[in-house]
């Protein structure tokens, strides 16, 4: 998980029992760098195993969509719409679907 959050996430996601679903949860307060810098996303993949499949998920078009792919990274659009992305759902719980289809795009 990376969000532009307070140190405190892990915590909140642990709360809400979020933290089953997450390798790590890294934070723009933890690393000093906010999406969507690239440097957000490249500190996060460096810790990640080469093997690893890695898509960004997250709310914001700009932020989290644009600075994903802007690095290489596949991203969904979640909670919102927006003409210029590709893969996006209005709810979180459509992420599958569109990961089950993304040989699509």
């Not at 996601?13 to 679903?21: C, E, N, R």
């Not at 969509?65 to 719980?93: D, F, H, K, M, Y």
Request: glycine share 6%; net charge negative.
């Amino acid at each position: 998980m990376l969000s532009n959050h307070v140190p405190e996430l892990s915590e909140l996601a642990s709360a809400l029992g979020l933290d089953g679903h997450c390798e790590a949860i890294y934070t723009s307060a933890a690393t000093g760098v906010e999406k969507p810098h690239p440097e957000a996303f490249r500190r996060v993949v460096a810790t990640l195993p080469v093997w690893a499949t890695v898509w960004m998920v997250g709310d914001n078009p700009d932020a989290d969509v644009r600075g994903a792919e802007a690095v290489g990274l596949p991203a969904i659009l979640v909670r919102n719409v927006s003409e210029a992305t590709v893969r996006q759902c209005t709810q979180s719980s459509g992420v599958v679907e569109v990961l089950l289809n993304q040989h699509d795009v």
